[in-house]
């Protein structure tokens, strides 16, 4: 059965019809083209599926589409501005921090969401605060270094 799902993605009104167990992720990518947020695990492990929803992190393999009715989503995507880089995501460039490029969408927004929560966190509250969100290429030193240097562009 589907349902009637509303809901903003980056910043513009989404209507679908859908079923609203259905999981973000796979609405994402298939229905709305928003492909810069990947299939990792599918175990809520890797983090390689992370987007904002109202601003917090959110596992997109572990919500269902129903879940975000009424809210607002934000994808890589979305994340630029007037054709600008978000902070996070000029720093991720400028830092290395983006070796293989399969976690860097999931690693942003979480730091997004961090900083928005800790403008000024130290280096051991980057660390954990991306804990969850697993880079194998081994970027992890340069993409704290990355969220550090992003947290005084942010205002931290």
Same mark, same amino acid.
């Given at each position: 059965?589907?349902? =009637? *799902?509303?809901?903003?993605?980056?910043?513009?009104?989404?209507? /679908? @019809?859908?079923?609203?167990? +259905?999981? #973000?992720?796979?609405? &994402?990518?298939?229905? #709305? %083209?928003? !492909?810069?947020?990947?299939?990792?695990? %599918?175990?809520?492990?890797?983090?390689?599926? !992370?987007? &904002?929803?109202?601003?917090?992190? $959110?596992?997109?393999?572990?919500?269902?589409?129903?879940?975000?009715?009424?809210?607002? *989503? *934000? $994808?890589?995507?979305?994340?630029?501005?007037?054709?600008?880089?978000?902070?996070?995501? @000029?720093?991720?460039?400028?830092? %290395?921090? /983006?070796?293989?490029?399969?976690?860097?969408?999931?690693?942003?927004?979480? =730091?997004?969401? #961090? #900083?928005?929560?800790?403008?000024?966190? $130290?280096?051991?509250?980057? @660390?954990?605060? &991306?804990? %969850?969100?697993?880079? +194998?290429?081994?970027?992890?030193?340069?993409?704290?270094?990355?969220?550090?240097? =992003?947290?005084?562009? $942010?205002?931290?």
């Amino acid at each position: 059965m589907t349902d =009637a *799902v509303r809901f903003s993605l980056n910043g513009r009104a989404v209507d /679908l @019809r859908v079923e609203g167990d +259905r999981l #973000l992720l796979w609405v &994402l990518r298939t229905e #709305l %083209g928003a !492909t810069g947020t990947k299939y990792g695990c %599918g175990e809520g492990h890797c983090g390689s599926c !992370t987007v &904002l929803v109202d601003g917090a992190a $959110t596992l997109a393999c572990q919500t269902r589409v129903g879940d975000v009715a009424g809210r607002h *989503v *934000v $994808t890589i995507e979305g994340l630029e501005a007037d054709g600008e880089l978000h902070p996070v995501q @000029r720093a991720f460039v400028e830092h %290395g921090a /983006l070796q293989c490029g399969y976690c860097t969408p999931g690693m942003i927004l979480k =730091a997004v969401s #961090l #900083l928005a929560a800790n403008p000024s966190p $130290t280096e051991e509250d980057v @660390r954990r605060g &991306l804990e %969850g969100n697993l880079c +194998r290429c081994g970027a992890h030193k340069r993409i704290v270094e990355a969220v550090l240097a =992003a947290s005084s562009d $942010t205002g931290g």
